[in-house]
């Protein structure tokens, strides 16, 4: 009796001596076995920022956050009144500037043209009567009874009047002509320029009422109403989910299933366990901070990663930024699979 115990404690020995070494062998035989590879990424999309070009106290905030906006749509409205006030100046330089050029253009008044040609009339009369009065001057100095300083002061002042003739005359013929031409285009220059300056002023008298440029969902306001909102800071965020794509850091030896335009499939868990196909748009290295070390050093080099962008080939409901990507390197044309 003793000895068939003892028979059956030593077969039940080798039987548990076996199921170790079994133990051991599948154990080490699933070690070495090629390790399930997965990548997580993460869904990100186009975002915008409205923002105005002049700086004011927001007066009106038409949209709140998870508002679907559309292009043209308006988004918020500005009180600026320095910008009020740089029109109204603006407006009344173009006024003063073709003023001028319509002057320029018109010429002189017509009483200004009867003005001068009344002084040339007047110095051709004195200039007429100073020339009889030289000719009696000069006949009594051949006569002997003028001495000759008195008949050339006489004429001294005829000639004097000559003068003041011809110069009424050039008077009048300008007046007749008007402005001339240099004269006439600068001043239309400067209406032109004025004019620039009331359109420059309406650009940004337009821009106070802002309307959005862009299709997507309000995620964030970040000025609210009443308070004072500097040039070109944000006011609302946008996002567009129409433009969405996934974003993974590949370890650049396995890189060679992803490149540009391959196709896979991918699971979102935030939307269940169907899979969804991606299409690589985008490689690029990262900076050296994201190097993956080398796990065998006789390789003499550290793996590099670079982030892989890859958009989706249809349309997916209920997709939203920051929702995980998983990828399962078993189900793509992995390389070295």
């Avoid at 969405?244 to 490149?259: G, M, N, P, T, Y």
Wanted: net charge neutral.
């Amino acid at each position: 009796m003793n000895l068939q115990i003892k028979k059956t404690a030593n077969i039940l020995l080798i039987l548990l001596i076996l199921c170790a070494f079994l133990w051991l062998g599948v154990d080490f035989w699933r070690a070495y076995q090629p390790q399930k590879v997965r990548l997580q990424g993460q869904i990100e999309a186009q975002e915008y920022s409205i923002s105005s070009k002049v700086a004011g106290r927001i007066q009106h905030i038409l949209v709140k956050k998870g508002d679907i906006i559309t292009v043209g749509q308006p988004i918020f409205s500005i009180h600026s009144p320095e910008v009020e006030a740089k029109l109204q100046q603006a407006q009344a330089g173009k006024k003063a500037a073709g003023a001028l050029a319509s002057e320029a253009d018109e010429g002189a008044r017509k009483q200004q043209i009867n003005a001068a040609m009344d002084s040339w009339m007047k110095a051709k009369a004195a200039s007429d009567l100073l020339s009889k009065t030289y000719r009696r001057i000069d006949n009594l100095y051949k006569e002997g009874v003028v001495a000759e300083q008195a008949r050339d002061e006489v004429y001294t002042k005829w000639r004097a009047a000559q003068y003041t003739q011809q110069a009424a005359r050039h008077m009048y013929e300008m007046a007749q002509e008007g402005a001339r031409k240099q004269t006439k285009e600068a001043a239309h220059a400067k209406e032109q320029m004025a004019a620039g300056a009331v359109a420059e002023v309406n650009a940004y008298a337009q821009d106070l009422n802002i309307a959005s440029a862009f299709n997507g969902e309000v995620t964030s306001v970040l000025i609210q109403e009443g308070e004072l909102a500097p040039q070109g800071f944000p006011v609302v965020n946008v996002i567009d989910m129409s433009d969405a794509w996934v974003v993974l850091h590949i370890r650049e030896d396995r890189l060679k299933a992803f490149s540009k335009g391959t196709e896979f499939s991918a699971t979102i868990p935030a939307l269940g366990d169907e899979h969804y196909h991606f299409k690589v748009s985008y490689l690029s290295v990262m900076g050296n901070y994201a190097t993956w070390r080398a796990t065998d050093t006789e390789k003499g080099f550290d793996m590099r990663t670079f982030e892989v962008e890859a958009r989706p080939t249809q349309p997916i409901k209920g997709l939203r930024a920051g929702m995980s990507v998983l990828v399962d390197m078993d189900n793509i044309d992995y390389p070295n699979k």
